[in-house]
């Protein structure tokens, strides 16, 4: 099974961002891959919106995607909190209201931390 594969078999488990239905059926194309690190832009099958994902393999596993069988990895390594619909919109509001470059965007410093 290639990484393409697998993570369209996988996607199934998860929701689009945008319009809440599950990602079967997704576009999945892999724009860069480093180590264990890979950077994917999906495509909604349902609503057609197109993320950037980055997917990082823990433990040296994928030489190991190959051998993978479906259902052997039908829990994540490690469970995370998605990100909510609120956030994006923060971020999306925040973004709609800058003016600036990407430089000055990342130094600005995090008001939302204590």
């Given at each position: 099974?290639?990484?393409?594969?697998?993570?369209?078999?996988?996607?199934?488990?998860?929701?689009?961002?945008?319009?809440?239905?599950?990602?079967?059926?997704?576009?999945?194309?892999?724009?860069?891959?480093?180590?264990?690190?890979?950077?994917?832009?999906?495509?909604?099958?349902?609503?057609?919106?197109?993320?950037?994902?980055?997917?990082?393999?823990?433990?040296?596993?994928?030489?190991?995607?190959?051998?993978?069988?479906?259902?052997?990895?039908?829990?994540?390594?490690?469970?995370?909190?998605?990100?909510?619909?609120?956030?994006?919109?923060?971020?999306?509001?925040?973004?709609?209201?800058?003016?600036?470059?990407?430089?000055?965007?990342?130094?600005q410093p995090d008001h939302s931390r204590g």
């Open positions: 099974m290639s990484i393409i594969e697998f993570i369209r078999d996988r996607a199934r488990f998860y929701n689009c961002p945008v319009c809440g239905r599950s990602l079967k059926g997704c576009g999945v194309q892999v724009l860069s891959h480093e180590e264990e690190r890979f950077h994917l832009q999906v495509t909604c099958a349902q609503c057609q919106v197109t993320f950037i994902v980055v997917l990082a393999i823990a433990g040296g596993a994928v030489e190991d995607i190959d051998s993978i069988e479906t259902d052997s990895a039908t829990e994540p390594v490690e469970a995370r909190e998605p990100i909510s619909v609120d956030e994006i919109i923060d971020l999306h509001l925040m973004l709609k209201s800058f003016q600036g470059t990407l430089t000055e965007l990342i130094q």
